[in-house]
């Protein structure tokens, strides 16, 4: 690895450092966008892996001396049939006493989860799963359920009483592994809202999924990879030209500067890119199959294509795509996982055929040489069905790309799949 | 009652024809006694208010090629086409005008006052162009009472005409476009399948294919370009395209070529031109396949190809043909009149369906037997943002509702959602084309939809699209839950013949122009 690229994982952890502080001071994490999207994808995933897990543990407070007279709660790990297995739940159990303004009064339960396993002045939010989309840095995950009606006005619990049960499914903590778990439990009015009992207690929690802050340093990892992968293209053809170095500073000002980054840090990472850049315009070179193995283990698909995006505006800045480049974004896509016809979509808008100095087949038009002539056909029809409708398209640049396709559809046509006459 | 006029506006040649007291439909020759006009523009270099249309602008290219314009049609709708002359910039929709005035200018000249007419468009062509054709009609003084698909009206001319039965692919192949429709004929019920066109293909990309040979064989003699002056390519392409027609009928065509470098006799042989277009009818077959492949038909199952277009009298081409379906093609038709003929008998059904009252009775009598079901040209959708499954990110996509082809008339409904909670609007847009990325199709209109206050996410939204028998487009975009609609009406009529005004303003325009 080039020191200039060790270099911008120094810059841009220095960059990402206000994120982390922002969550521990217990104000809202400003995450940005794109990677609050991919923390909600690798949230999809792990949520699937932990479905069916079960667990057991007995908390600290089990064994704490209990005084009645006030209000008392505890967390302990329980398990909840789903379908033919178990799943594990944090359950809620409370003693003691709840003071109500009056006999009859309607009640609700109300817990809030802090991680507090760093130490509790350094807390870290436990934040709300989305059912779609994107992790919610500022939606910190709260629990509430019904207790039902308090039949006097002074309620004595003499035994732990389990009165809510929190899914792991529900939130997202902030690591992965052994994590400690404050839950704050209060009974509040239903009609008020007021708090009329409150109690705090912790529990230590597996977590066997990876947090956010973990999605968030893989995602950080991933586009530091992506900015070795990026330099890479641009220098595939030998030279690194100005406009591919100006597009990978571009995205790396746009993906690492975060608007708390302090002038030093953004320093830092402009001469990093410096550095990287200077290595590769030096004959320096990365092993972009190795790298692209890094990525897929750390970045979910909707990260790889985001990579794999920069590395087309970088071979399209130049305004036109050697066949070494073109081959090279080939090998990307299959070692990044990024699919060939996805490739070959992204391909269509960001690096028009009219940029490629040598017409790639399978690239531009979907055939390759193992296919039958009857594939072929079949291929080269989907696509002249898409370009000819796209050929009276009111934009220009798309009608001239347009055009150009459906020549080298015909010629392709008649290579592949010949003439046919009654002669 | 004024004459029912039908209007073939082509690439390369126009043509004008009328229904006969019966019903039947005439070709009106031009004021030459031809019954085709080139679609040649030439405006006049000594009288800057005289513009000639038709076989004299096509000779004068060779004199002045910077006062001359060919091929309008291809630049038909495209805001960026503009010819500079005299100082005023001319749009593809004035140059046609110029056309079509010089065909109603004639045809009143000898069968009496034309109004009402049918113009002919690609089947291809989209609401932008056809609106453009409408101006370009209104424009030339003509009330234009309906736009006709080139296949149809070429199917109708075919089907008035003949005793036919059964699955009819119409092969319209003409100057400057290629169109297939696939149709079901009994008689006179005419029922569309499926018509799918190419915008960027047709004779004139045959002519280039012997224009290129012509500049090779210049060029391997004399190690010199052939052509050096926008006249000389004016000449060389009317060459190219003589060749062309003779290579129709003879195995070679021979010339002359006279250059910078030294004059050379040239042979164009059959086989190098049919070579030298084996991309193009490649490409023809590409949508023959297409069209076959929507409409779940087999090349077994046609029972009729019907040539439609000058460039349908190229051999290769009609032995292709044969070789693809097992039987020769229908040539008994006049492949160059059809589809003003049958665009007249468009125009007859059209005023019959308008106001019956304005037609004459041997007319009506004529044609009450003719039934044609047509289908919507291109496919309508909306802008929508749905959640991409692999990706879980949301991504902005155009989704179909009224798919190209559905027979008409007809009406579809498809169900949305609301993204954001508490949203108070939703931007509605009406899309043209056939793709699900947004970049690629034409958006027609952008409306939007005020919702009620304070509602979570995911409230349904109903979006109704239907197209009536008068390409009439009625949208609707209705709130469920508290019933508020947004209804948006398209049609050509109003769109093109008189809604902007446009049209009558380039009416005016032109008025002072005389167009010989």
């Known amino acids: 690895m080039p020191t200039g690229l060790s270099q911008i994982i120094v810059a841009v952890k220095g960059a990402c450092s206000g994120v982390l502080k922002r969550l521990r001071s217990g104000k809202t994490p400003q995450l940005p966008a794109a990677a609050s999207a991919r923390i909600g994808k690798a949230w999809g995933h792990v949520s699937k892996l932990a479905a069916g897990r079960s667990g057991s543990q007995v908390p600290a407070q089990l064994c704490r001396p209990l005084d009645l007279n006030v209000f008392n709660c505890r967390a302990r790990i329980g398990r909840q049939p789903e379908g033919e297995s178990w799943k594990s739940v944090i359950v809620i159990d409370v003693c003691g006493t709840i003071q109500a303004p009056a006999d009859g009064h309607?009640?609700?339960?109300?817990?809030?989860?802090?991680?507090?396993?760093?130490?509790?002045?350094?807390?870290?939010?436990?934040?709300?799963?989305?059912?779609?989309?994107?992790?919610?840095?500022?939606?910190?995950?709260?629990?509430?359920?019904?207790?039902?009606?308090?039949?006097?006005?002074?309620?004595?619990?003499?035994?732990?009483?389990?009165?809510?049960?929190?899914?792991?499914?529900?939130?997202?903590?902030?690591?992965?592994?052994?994590?400690?778990?404050?839950?704050?439990?209060?009974?509040?009015?239903?009609?008020?809202?007021?708090?009329?009992?409150?109690?705090?207690?912790?529990?230590?929690?597996?977590?066997?999924?990876?947090?956010?802050?973990?999605?968030?340093d893989s995602i950080q990892r991933a586009k530091t990879l992506a900015v070795g992968l990026a330099?890479?293209?641009?220098?595939?053809?030998?030279?690194?030209?100005?406009?591919?170095?100006?597009?990978?500073?571009?995205?790396?000002k746009t993906n690492f500067g975060s608007a708390d980054a302090s002038t030093g840090a953004r320093l830092e990472l402009e001469r990093a890119l410096q550095k990287t850049a200077s290595f590769f315009r030096h004959g320096g070179t990365l092993n972009v199959e190795q790298i692209c193995g890094e990525i897929v283990e750390i970045a979910p698909v909707i990260g790889r294509i985001d990579i794999l995006d920069l590395c087309l505006r970088v071979a399209a800045a130049k305004g036109q795509v050697s066949t070494a480049e073109l081959q090279l974004l080939k090998n990307l896509?299959?070692?990044?996982?990024v699919d060939r016809a996805r490739l070959r979509t992204m391909v269509e808008k960001i690096l028009p055929v009219e940029m490629h100095q040598g017409h790639d087949a399978e690239m531009v038009l979907g055939v390759t040489a193992e296919m039958s002539q009857d594939e072929a056909r079949v291929q080269l029809n989907r696509e002249y069905a898409k370009w000819s409708s796209r050929v009276i398209s009111t934009d220009p640049s798309i009608r001239r790309q347009a055009d150009q396709m459906l020549k080298l559809l015909g010629e392709a046509r008649t290579q592949y799949v010949g003439v046919k006459t009654a002669r | 009652m004024s004459n029912i006029v039908g209007i073939d506006l082509g690439t390369t040649f126009s043509s004008l024809a009328m229904l006969n007291a019966i019903g039947k439909p005439e070709i009106v020759p031009n004021a030459d006694g031809d019954r085709l006009t080139p679609s040649a523009i030439f405006f006049d270099e000594d009288d800057g208010g005289v513009i000639r249309v038709g076989a004299e602008a096509l000779n004068s290219r060779h004199l002045n090629a910077a006062r001359s314009?060919?091929?309008?049609?291809?630049?038909?709708?495209?805001?960026?086409?503009?010819?500079?002359?005299?100082?005023?910039?001319?749009?593809?929709?004035?140059?046609?005008?110029?056309?079509?005035?010089?065909?109603r200018q004639d045809g009143s000249a000898q069968a009496g006052e034309m109004t009402d007419a049918v113009i002919s468009v690609p089947a291809h062509f989209d609401e932008i162009r056809r609106k453009a054709t409408m101006d370009a009609g209104t424009a030339a003084g003509l009330n234009v009472i309906g736009i006709v698909n080139e296949p149809v009206a070429a199917a109708l001319c075919y089907a008035t005409t003949r005793n036919v039965t059964g699955r009819v692919l119409v092969y319209d192949l003409g100057g400057g476009t290629f169109d297939v429709t696939l149709m079901d004929v009994k008689g006179l019920d005419m029922e569309i399948l499926c018509s799918q066109g190419d915008h960027a293909l047709g004779g004139i990309d045959f002519?280039?294919?012997?224009?290129?040979?012509?500049?090779?064989?210049?060029?391997?003699?004399?190690?010199?370009?052939?052509?050096?002056?926008?006249?000389?390519?004016?000449?060389?392409?009317?060459?190219?395209?003589?060749?062309?027609?003779?290579?129709?009928?003879?195995?070679?065509?021979?010339?002359?070529?006279?250059?910078?470098?030294?004059?050379?006799?040239?042979?164009?042989?059959?086989?190098?031109?049919?070579?030298?277009?084996?991309?193009?009818?490649?490409?023809?077959?590409?949508?023959?396949?297409?069209?076959?492949?929507?409409?779940?038909?087999?090349p077994s199952e046609v029972t009729t190809v019907l040539l439609v277009g000058g460039s349908t009298r190229t051999p290769l081409i009609r032995t292709h043909l044969e070789g693809i379906f097992g039987f020769p093609p229908e040539c008994s038709i006049n492949v160059d009149e059809c589809v003003a003929l049958g665009a007249a008998l468009h125009a007859g059904i059209t005023k019959l369906r308008q106001n019956p009252d304005d037609v004459a009775t041997g007319i009506r009598e004529g044609l009450k037997d003719i039934s044609l079901t047509d289908v919507c040209n291109h496919s309508y959708g909306t802008i929508?943002?749905?959640?991409?499954?692999?990706?879980?990110?949301?991504?902005?996509?155009?989704?179909?509702?009224?798919?190209?082809n559905t027979p008409l008339p007809c009406e579809i409904s498809q169900t949305f959602y609301t993204v954001s909670e508490g949203q108070k609007r939703v931007e509605v847009t009406i899309t043209q084309g056939e793709d699900t990325d947004p970049a690629y199709v034409n958006r027609i209109a952008t409306h939007s939809l005020e919702l009620p206050p304070d509602r979570p996410a995911e409230r349904p939204i109903q979006v109704t699209y239907s197209y009536d028998l008068n390409q009439r487009m009625h949208c609707a975009f209705k709130d469920v839950e508290s019933g508020r609609l947004l209804e948006l009406d398209f049609s050509l009529d109003e769109n093109g013949g008189a809604g902007d005004g446009a049209a009558e303003k380039a009416h005016a325009e032109l008025e002072p122009f005389k167009v010989q």
């Open chain 1, 106 to 216: 309607e009640v609700e339960l109300r817990v809030t989860l802090q991680d507090v396993t760093d130490a509790e002045s350094e807390s870290l939010p436990v934040l709300n799963r989305p059912k779609h989309g994107p992790l919610n840095p500022s939606s910190h995950f709260s629990y509430r359920c019904d207790m039902g009606r308090l039949c006097h006005q002074t309620t004595l619990l003499e035994d732990w009483t389990a009165v809510g049960q929190m899914s792991p499914e529900w939130f997202v903590l902030s690591r992965c592994g052994q994590r400690q778990l404050k839950c704050a439990t209060s009974v509040a009015s239903r009609s008020t809202g007021e708090q009329l009992a409150s109690s705090d207690c912790v529990i230590t929690y597996e977590n066997t999924e990876p947090g956010y802050l973990d999605i968030e």
């Open chain 1, 231 to 252: 330099f890479s293209v641009g220098a595939a053809n030998g030279h690194l030209l100005d406009p591919e170095v100006n597009v990978i500073y571009a995205w790396a």
């Open chain 1, 333 to 337: 896509s299959d070692w990044l996982q």
């Open chain 2, 69 to 103: 314009v060919r091929w309008v049609k291809r630049h038909m709708g495209d805001p960026d086409f503009k010819v500079s002359i005299d100082g005023k910039d001319w749009t593809a929709t004035e140059l046609s005008a110029l056309i079509l005035r010089k065909l």
């Open chain 2, 207 to 298: 002519d280039k294919t012997v224009l290129d040979v012509l500049l090779k064989m210049y060029r391997d003699k004399f190690n010199a370009d052939l052509i050096t002056t926008e006249e000389e390519r004016a000449k060389y392409e009317d060459e190219a395209e003589d060749i062309k027609k003779t290579l129709s009928r003879r195995p070679v065509a021979k010339t002359m070529l006279y250059g910078p470098a030294g004059s050379m006799r040239a042979e164009v042989s059959r086989e190098v031109f049919e070579q030298g277009i084996t991309p193009l009818v490649a490409r023809a077959d590409m949508l023959v396949e297409v069209v076959l492949e929507e409409a779940g038909v087999k």
């Open chain 2, 384 to 404: 929508c943002a749905p959640i991409d499954r692999e990706t879980g990110r949301r991504v902005v996509q155009n989704r179909i509702i009224l798919k190209k």
